[in-house]
């Protein structure tokens, strides 16, 4: 028998082993991962031809299934890190400066295209996609999907941010700031309405579009105050507040997990609530579980019965032990081409514990730091 000294030694090794593979890994895929996505951008991207100038394409594919259109979540999303890569100068390259400052352009043109859903004053920021050259798509489809608006308003602002500290308050207020306030008004005005989930199946109340709305509202009201828009600051504080409130009505104490919509007729054990912690995920924030941070006893106890849900059901995990790690998918009873794991999500479980881990790290202590006691149950942070 080892003794506990040679197998803890053994594991040590192990681990750096291991850790050097992703490093390397990481290092090699990168470059060929973010190429990929460019290459989905108009106007110049390889896969792209005719996307307007800023405008994301979902997939080149036209059939089975026709995905050439851009939506408003999903274009948020990939431009969300294309800025953060930009604003931490990962990639302080002049054309991705100039891809950014397509994607507000292009956006500001897309806010004004009348739509199924309205027009820009009349709930058209909630429609969830166009075609590539922002002509309305008018066919039928799971409108109105309120976390667009939200998640574009939280890519605006981390730019907007970055060039106030870059001293182009100018660029902010002049080109920025008038397509965000739009996006921030349609959120504090709409958060408390149905609408269809991230999946565009569910229309009911959705914690992911709720968690979205609130990071919005809560840095746009920062943001609102800093380039000295103080009439807007106290509406979006509020509905800040309501949303962040609403967000504690998900929770299902009994089992443990954050239900993904209110409506649906699913148990609700679904990605939506995990991908909202790394949405949100503030290390400032620490395990903070009202805005249910990543290594929060909510969020780690969600994400435990998210993915014990995909153990029995899915081929590829069959014979692996409760206590190692699966492949996981959307949400158990998905049924959308057979229902399978997916690389996405499945990796959007590691993130979360890699968030968690560096949190720990950063706080020397795996237990639970109970540092605030606002009535509204806000970290500082995010106040
Ligand atoms: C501010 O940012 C805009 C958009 O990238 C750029 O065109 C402009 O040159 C910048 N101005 C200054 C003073 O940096
Ligand atoms: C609106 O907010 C209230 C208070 O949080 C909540 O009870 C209700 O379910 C919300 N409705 C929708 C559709 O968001």
Redesign the pocket.
């Known amino acids: 028998m080892r003794s506990l000294l040679v197998t803890g030694l053994a594991f040590i090794t192990a681990a750096f082993a291991q850790s050097a593979a992703v490093d390397a890994w990481l290092a090699t895929q990168s470059p060929i991962a973010k190429a990929g996505v460019i290459a989905n951008i108009g106007p110049i991207g390889s896969k792209s031809s005719g996307a307007l100038a800023g405008i994301v394409i979902a997939s080149p594919s036209t059939s089975n299934p026709d995905y050439l259109y851009t939506w408003t979540r999903d274009a948020a999303l990939v431009y969300k890190a294309l800025i953060d890569q930009y604003t931490r100068g990962e990639d302080t390259s002049p054309s991705l400066r100039l891809l950014i400052d397509q994607f507000v352009e292009s956006q500001r043109i897309q806010q004004q295209v009348s739509n199924p859903s309205g027009t820009v004053s009349s709930g058209g920021l909630g429609e969830p996609k166009f075609h590539i050259n922002l002509a309305p798509y008018t066919g039928g489809w799971g409108r109105p999907q309120r976390d667009g608006p939200a998640l574009r308003a939280t890519a605006l602002t981390t730019y907007a941010n970055w060039l106030i500290q870059n001293s182009n308050t100018s660029f902010v207020t002049s080109n920025v700031w008038p397509v965000l306030k739009l996006d921030l008004d349609y959120v504090a005005s709409n ?4 609408g269809f989930d991230l999946w565009e199946e569910v229309s ?2 959705s914690y992911f579009t ?1 968690a979205a709305q609130h990071r919005a509202l809560r840095e746009g009201a920062a943001l609102a105050s800093a380039i000295g828009q103080t009439s807007v600051v106290s509406g979006y504080t509020t509905q800040a507040d ?1 949303t962040l ?2 967000m504690q ?1 998900y929770w299902n104490p009994s089992a443990g997990y954050m239900t993904a919509n ?1 409506g649906g007729g699913r148990s609700g054990r679904d990605a939506n609530a995990m991908l909202s912690s790394n949405h949100n995920f503030d290390a400032a924030a620490v395990c903070d579980s009202v805005t249910f941070q990543p290594c929060s006893d909510k969020a780690l106890s969600n994400l435990k019965v998210y993915v014990d849900s995909f153990r029995s059901i899915y081929a590829i995990n069959s014979g692996i032990p409760s206590n190692a790690a699966v492949a996981t998918g959307r949400y158990p009873e998905d049924s959308y081409y057979g229902g399978n794991p997916w690389y996405l999500t499945t990796t959007a479980v590691s993130e979360q514990l890699y968030n968690a881990l560096t949190v720990w790290e950063q706080q020397g202590t795996l237990n639970h730091q109970h540092d605030f006691h606002d009535p509204h149950g806000r970290h500082p942070e995010l106040r």
């Open positions: 958060w408390n309405q149905t009911s109340s709720t309501n409130c609403f009505s209110t």
